[in-house]
């Protein structure tokens, strides 16, 4: 989890939308696909991408798996952008 990898996850507009909707509250992998006129599969390869950047977090509970955000990792890329502004 670096900045680069965080960067590499943003660029995407359907990453960007999921961390949209996650600001809501956790949601299962199905809920989230439900809302992307993309396969089920690139929604999951979007999920792993923003999971493996630290973006989102994932809970398995039964036979599901919730996403929620993690803005932790935003307020790092914020405080960053911010530092690089005040110079």
Same mark, same amino acid.
């Given at each position: 989890m670096g900045l680069q990898a965080t960067i590499k *996850?943003?660029?995407?507009?359907i990453r960007r939308e999921i961390l949209g909707i996650l600001k809501s509250g956790r949601? +299962? *992998?199905g809920e989230i696909s439900e809302k992307f006129p993309v396969s089920a *599969? *690139? /929604?999951s390869?979007? &999920?792993a991408v923003l999971? @493996? +950047? #630290? &973006? /989102?977090? @994932?809970?398995? %509970? #039964?036979k599901f798996i919730y996403? %929620? &955000?993690n803005a932790s990792v935003l307020e790092e890329v914020l405080l960053w952008i911010s530092s690089l502004r005040d110079t």
């Open positions: *996850a943003l660029s995407d507009p949601l +299962s *992998a *599969a *690139a /929604i390869k979007h &999920l999971k @493996d +950047s #630290g &973006l /989102i977090r @994932d809970t398995r %509970e #039964g996403y %929620e &955000l």
